[in-house]
T-cell receptor, first 108, second 113 residues
Framework: KNEVEQSPQNLTAQEGEFITINCSYS?????LHWLQQHPGGGIVSLFM???GKKKHGRLIATINIQEKHSSLHITASHPRDSAVYIC??????????FGAGTRLTVKP | NAGVTQTPKFRILKIGQSMTLQCTQD?????MYWYRQDPGMGLKLIYY???????DKGEVPNGYNVSRSTTEDFPLRLELAAPSQTSVYFC????????????FGPGTRLTVT
């Protein structure tokens, strides 16, 4: 079993829909990251959080440390949000562990 | 700043050939990493370095070697390419004083046939 599990694996939405991607992890962590991988392959960091909630534009990330769960929400989704979203955790021994990613397609 | 750059973008190797994947960062970051990304799998750490002259193995180091002679450069060497090394390789860096955010290169798609 992977230490970082994401769901769903694939997600198709219509433009304007509210989207939620989930991440569960089984190790103690010092931080959790949400990354975005563009269709061309480049990876960019969206959020790093260790508690609570962060918001950047239409993106919101939350984390529940007790439940070992994080969610990434996208409001008013747009076709340019189409990408693979990756959850990654920094474990207590400083190793990074990555989820397999959620492939999001937003149709116009 | 150019950030993290990788070359080449694509490469096809025959079994048993060798090659070096180049990675350079111009942000004066101490930490550098090499990952591989296989279809349907999360990124796996191959090797990492916490500074010039210091390298250490990650989860999947077999078949690879690295060196870190300067802060900027962190090349990854494949000595005897095998089909199992077909993957997309990402280099990343971060400053140990920062909030753990890693900056990724654009990736190198390698096929071994």
């Amino acid at each position: 079993k992977n230490e970082v599990e994401q769901s769903p694996q694939n997600l198709t939405a219509q433009e304007g829909e509210f989207i939620t991607i989930n991440c569960s992890y089984s190790v103690g962590i010092s931080a959790l990251h949400w990354l975005q991988q563009h269709p061309g392959g480049g990876i960019v960091s969206l959020f790093m959080l260790s508690s609570g909630k962060k918001k950047h534009g239409r993106l919101i990330a939350t984390i529940n440390i007790q439940e070992k769960h994080s969610s990434l929400h996208i409001t008013a989704s747009h076709p340019r949000d189409s990408a693979v979203y990756i959850c990654a955790v920094r474990s207590d021994n400083n190793d990074m562990r990555f989820g397999a990613g959620t492939r999001l397609t937003v149709k116009p | 700043n150019a950030g993290v750059t990788q070359t080449p973008k694509f490469r096809i190797l025959k079994i048993g050939q060798s090659m070096t994947l180049q990675c350079t960062q111009d942000m004066n970051h101490n930490y550098m990493y090499w990952y591989r990304q296989d279809p349907g799998m999360g990124l796996k750490l191959i090797y990492y370095s916490v500074g010039a002259g210091i390298t250490d193995k990650g989860e999947v180091p077999n078949g690879y070697n690295v060196s870190r002679s300067t802060t900027e450069d962190f090349p990854l060497r494949l000595e005897l390419a095998a089909p199992s090394q077909t993957s997309v390789y990402f280099c990343a860096s971060r400053n140990f004083l920062s909030s753990y955010e890693q900056y990724f290169g654009p990736g190198t798609r390698l096929t071994v046939t």
